[in-house]
Structures are given as C-alpha cells and as structure tokens.
T-cell receptor, first 116, second 114 residues
Framework: GEQVEQRPPHLSVREGDSAVIICTYTDPNSYYFFWYKQEPGAGLQLLMKVFSSTEINEGQGFTVLLNKKDKQLSLNLTAAHPGDSAVYFC???????????????FGAGTRLAVCP | EAAVTQSPRNKVTVTGGNVTLSCRQTNSHNYMYWYRQDTGHGLRLIHY???????QIGDVPDGYKATRTTQEDFFLLLELASPSQTSLYFCASSDELGNQDTQYFGPGTRLLVL
C-alpha cells in the first residue's frame, strides 16, 4: 500500500525565516494531496488540497509544491511567525475511482517551533 | 464549515475495560473515519464508513469495532482495552465518493489504558 515519508520530524526556526517540510510518497497514481496543521489540543485543520502536478499553490504565508514526477509534496512557510508553531501533516489519497480513493495515508508529522 | 464533535475528550480506563468513543457530524457527510494518532506514526486509519449501517476496515483495525448508527453518528468500541490502545483518537467526515473533499476533523479524544 501507499507509504508516505515526511521529514524532518522536528524543525526549529527563528521568526521571519522560512521553513520547509517535505513528503515523499510511493504510489504514482495517488490523486489528492493535503497539508494539515494541528495546533496543541486541537484537531487537524486543512491548509491546502492540491492535485495538479508541478503546480505551485500559494496560501496565506505559505507555498505548496507538488512534483508528481518525483512523487514529492512540499510545504514552504515563508517568513514564519510564532503563530505557525504547530505539528504539520501531509496526507495522500488513493488513486481516482479505486477502493482507496476516500482513504488518506498520512505522514508522521513535523513539529515546527518558531522562536521570536 | 463542517462540524465534527467527539466525546468524551479524555478517558481513563483499565486493561480489559470496555470503552466507547462517540463522534457526531452535522454536515450530512456520507463518509466518516476513525483514526489513532501516535508519535512517529502520524494518523492511522482504524475504520471508516460511507453511510448508516456500513463499515469498512481500515489499516489498523485489530482490537477495535465500530458502528455507524445514523448518518451523523459513528462510534468506536474497545471491548477489551489494552495499554497499546493508549492514544489520541480522531474522528473525521468527508463528502461523497467521487468528490473527494476535505476531511473535517473533530477535536480528538485522549484515551489512557492503565
């Protein structure tokens, strides 16, 4: 089945610096790709959903890049601030119209600390 | 925005105990999911359902049962709890098959099995 490797497991940056988290997946037919943010004591909050290859998607203070050729998904927080401190998870759905399409495989998470 | 609630938020039981975790969603989503979250593993899917009375086995189902009584309610049952089931449990819901939408997550239930 699908496997998702997420790195690094821990990341500490200074306020204003960028932070990059990378996920590598194994199934080339995976269809949807997600980034979630988990703040302490809370559930997972969706940051972005993408499915187009090699597309840069810009959110509020972050950029998501999907490279289907290399089976890699990245999250780049530009100019991080203390409010970005959280655990970030990537997730990958199964192939379209497959039995695993509505199932997500998650990375192990990255704990990000942004220091003032 | 979809609302997913879980109860209880915290639970302590003993080995061999019987535990039921509850999840309710109020956005008429067909799909509901139970995950456990453990350090170093991210979220792992236990069971999921695509409608009342339906149950699908996830990736780590051993030791867990689940039941979907209505479109809104999905329960996770641990009939003989073990310390290895100490974890943070999340429920989620999403829209229909073929329109894979965001999975909306509840706030989580922290379970401790002594």
């Amino acid at each position: 089945g699908e496997q998702v490797e997420q790195r690094p497991p821990h990341l500490s940056v200074r306020e204003g610096d960028s932070a990059v988290i990378i996920c590598t997946y194994t199934d080339p037919n995976s269809y949807y790709f997600f980034w979630y943010k988990q703040e302490p004591g809370a559930g997972l909050q969706l940051l972005m959903k993408v499915f187009s290859s090699t597309e840069i998607n810009e959110g509020q203070g972050f950029t998501v890049l999907l490279n289907k050729k290399d089976k890699q998904l990245s999250l780049n927080l530009t100019a991080a601030h203390p409010g970005d401190s959280a655990v970030y998870f990537c997730a990958v759905s199964g192939p379209l119209l497959s039995g695993s399409f509505n199932k997500l495989t998650f990375g192990a998470g990255t704990r990000l600390a942004v220091c003032p | 925005e979809a609302a997913v609630t879980q109860s209880p938020r915290n639970k302590v039981t003993v080995t061999g105990g019987n535990v039921t975790l509850s999840c309710r969603q109020t956005n008429s989503h067909n799909y509901m999911y139970w995950y456990r979250q453990d350090t170093g593993h991210g979220l792992r899917l236990i069971h999921y359902s695509y409608g009342a009375g339906n149950l699908q086995i996830g990736d780590v189902p051993d030791g867990y049962k689940a039941t979907r009584t209505t479109q809104e309610d999905f329960f996770l049952l641990l009939e003989l709890a073990s310390p290895s089931q100490t974890s943070l449990y999340f429920c989620a819901s999403s829209d229909e098959l073929g329109n894979q939408d965001t999975q909306y997550f509840g706030p989580g239930t922290r379970l401790l099995v002594l």
